[in-house]
């Protein structure tokens, strides 16, 4: 296995060439220059303080991108580890969400439907959307669900469908995020939940990292590539995903810290000196009750 940074960086940027000189919220366009990520720009908006990259793409470059970089890229590297995340999200969500193992189940972004398959066993009828043609022919063989290749923007399934949706890890490669949450708001039945876990802009280090990694480019170099991976577009935060979410038609009914899966699964893949940060961060994030990663729960208004 190789070192997971080594990973990240495997992967590359996502494609870019459209410029974005606005705030992808809240339309804003006082903004200012935070930190340079692969060649790009990461801006942040002074109204909202969303931070996002200063290029995106959409449509099929985006497709091509995953049809190559899929979930966990780097990282995760045979079918016990893919199970054991998608153990760990099931029951991430369960934990905010409640026990429910019935009804109808959207995952987005399900990649090789690995999730679809755990929720399928919950008792869930699950159903599928991923842009990679690749995955979502693996996750067809996977679950007994429909698994829909595209966008949520142009599913078949009929408005107010399903009782609850997944969107593990998908909200930062999201290059227009308001659009798309309102497509997944239709797609809800009314009071139906949406369980999402994206990156915590507002983690109490992130002042610190910011600082270092200006301070120190290039013996941070690693860090840096690992928390602000060449995937992202967008970088919300508990402080603002309310917004967002109003924006699409739901309401935020929670937020929680979730430990990151590099700190879960894979801190042994790391060398030891970064293995021994990750510890250290993640017994203070015990301590302050926060993380880097956060699960989000919404539901759609009656």
Same mark, same amino acid.
């Given at each position: ?13 996502? #494609? ?5 000189? *606005? ?26 303080? =969303? ?30 580890? &893919? ?19 019935? @009804? ?33 022919? +693996? ?17 078949? &399934?009929?408005? @107010? ?8 890890? =998908?909200? *930062?490669?999201?290059? %227009? ?6 497509? =997944? ?23 610190? &990292? ?18 602000? +991976? ?7 935060? %508990? ?11 739901? +309401?935020?009914?929670?937020?929680? #810290?979730?430990?990151?899966?590099? *700190?879960?699964? &894979?801190? %042994? %893949?790391? #060398? =030891?000196?970064?293995? !021994? ?6 017994? !203070?994030? @015990? ?16």
């Amino acid at each position: 296995m190789t070192d997971p940074v080594t990973g990240v960086r495997d992967r590359g940027l996502a #494609p870019g060439g459209i410029r974005r000189d *606005a705030c992808p919220l809240c339309s804003g366009t006082d903004l200012r220059l935070r930190l340079q990520v692969g060649g790009r720009g990461l801006l942040e908006c002074n109204a909202c303080g =969303v931070r996002f990259t200063d290029e995106y793409a959409e449509g099929a470059d985006v497709a091509s991108y995953y049809g190559t970089v899929q979930a966990h890229h780097g990282k995760a590297d045979s079918e016990d580890q &893919f199970a054991a995340i998608a153990r760990i999200q099931a029951d991430a969500m369960e934990s905010i969400a409640g026990p429910r193992r019935h @009804g109808r189940l959207l995952e987005i972004g399900c990649s090789r439907g690995h999730l679809l398959t755990e929720l399928e066993v919950r008792g869930w009828d699950v159903n599928g959307i991923d842009v990679a043609a690749t995955s979502v022919t +693996e996750a067809r063989g996977r679950c007994r669900g429909e698994v829909w290749h595209g966008e949520p923007e142009d599913c078949p &399934f009929e408005p @107010g469908s399903f009782d609850r949706i997944a969107m593990f890890d =998908v909200l *930062a490669h999201l290059p %227009h995020p308001v659009r798309t949450l309102q497509t =997944v708001s239709s797609l809800l039945k009314p009071r139906g939940q949406l369980v999402l876990s994206t990156v915590d802009e507002a983690w109490p280090l992130v002042p610190v &990292f910011l600082k270092a990694f200006r301070a120190l480019p290039n013996r941070l170099a690693a860090v840096q590539d690992e928390m602000y +991976e060449g995937q992202h577009y967008c970088y919300f935060s %508990h402080r603002n995903i309310g917004q967002l979410l109003g924006e699409a038609g739901m +309401e935020l009914a929670a937020t929680r #810290p979730l430990t990151p899966l590099s *700190a879960q699964l &894979f801190v %042994h %893949h790391y #060398p =030891v000196r970064r293995r !021994l940060g990750l510890l250290a961060m993640r017994r !203070l994030d @015990g301590l302050l009750g926060s993380s880097r990663k956060m699960l989000v729960l919404a539901t759609r208004r009656a």
